[in-house]
T-cell receptor, first 115, second 110 residues
C-alpha cells in the first residue's frame, strides 16, 4: 500500500497570504489528523477529520481550518499567515472508527516558511 | 490528557536491549498509552500502543505498570536505525488526538 502523501513538500509564503496544504491518506483509511511541528512548541495537534466531519480539535486560532473530501483526502488552510506559522505541517491517517484509539501513519510533512 | 514525563536523552549500545521509561501518573481509565518515534527529517512513526495489558509487536514491547501510572518501551536489540526521538503519549481516550511531549532522544553507539 502507498503511504501517506503530502503536497507540496516545501512552500514559501509572505505574511498576510493564505495557504492550502493537501494530504492523501492510506487507501481505506477514513481518519486524517493534522499536526504542526516547530522547534519551540514541538508537535501540536491541530484537528482530526473522519468521514468528512471534524471530530477533534486542538487549541489553534480560527485562521487554521481544514476539510475532508468523500475520498478521505484532506486539506488544511491557514489564512492571514504570520511569521510564527512557519513550521512543518504533518498529516496522519488511521483506519478511524470510534471507541478505539488507532495507530496513526504520518506523512513526510509540508515545510512552510513565512517571510 | 495525562502529562507524561520522559528522560530527555538516553544512550544505548548496538545489539543491546533498551528500556525507555515513561511516567503518566494522571492517566485516566480510557486513555491509551502510545509510543511513536521520529527519525531526523521524517514524520513520526508508530511504534506500539496499549490500554492495560502488555503488548508485543515486531518493533518493540510495551510493558504497562499494574496501576497504569507508568510504562516502559522495550527495544529488544537496538540498532543504529533505532536512533530517534521517542514520544510517549497517554491521553485522548479512545480517540486519535495525540498530545506529544518533548520525548526522549535515544542515541545508539556502535
Amino acid at each position: 500500500k502507498a503511504g501517506v502523501t503530502q503536497t507540496p513538500r516545501y512552500l514559501i509564503k509572505t505574511r498576510g497570504q493564505q495557504v492550502t496544504l493537501s494530504c492523501s491518506p492510506i487507501s481505506g483509511h477514513r481518519s486524517v489528523s493534522w499536526y504542526q511541528q516547530t522547534p519551540g512548541q514541538g508537535l501540536q495537534f491541530l484537528f482530526e477529520y473522519f468521514s468528512e466531519t471534524q471530530r477533534n480539535k486542538g487549541n489553534f486560532p480560527g485562521r487554521f481550518s481544514g476539510r475532508q473530501f468523500s475520498n478521505s483526502r484532506s486539506e488544511m488552510n491557514v489564512s492571514t499567515l504570520e511569521l510564527g506559522d512557519s513550521a512543518l505541517y504533518l498529516c496522519a491517517s488511521s483506519p478511524g472508527g470510534s471507541g478505539y484509539s488507532y495507530e496513526q501513519y504520518f506523512g513526510p510533512g509540508t515545510r512552510l516558511t513565512v517571510t | 490528557d495525562a502529562k507524561t514525563t520522559q528522560p530527555n536523552s538516553m544512550e544505548s549500545n548496538e545489539e543491546e536491549p533498551v528500556h525507555l521509561p515513561c511516567n503518566h501518573s494522571t492517566i485516566s481509565g480510557t486513555d491509551y498509552i502510545h509510543w511513536y518515534r521520529q527519525l531526523p527529517s521524517q514524520g513520526p512513526e508508530y511504534v506500539i500502543h496499549g490500554l492495560t495489558s502488555n503488548v508485543n509487536n515486531r518493533m518493540a514491547s510495551l510493558a504497562i505498570a499494574e496501576d497504569r501510572k507508568s510504562s516502559t518501551l522495550i527495544l529488544h536489540r537496538a540498532t543504529l536505525r533505532d536512533a530517534a526521538v521517542y514520544y510517549c503519549i497517554a491521553g485522548g481516550g479512545a480517540t486519535n488526538k495525540l498530545i506529544f511531549g518533548t520525548g526522549t532522544l535515544l542515541a545508539v553507539q556502535p
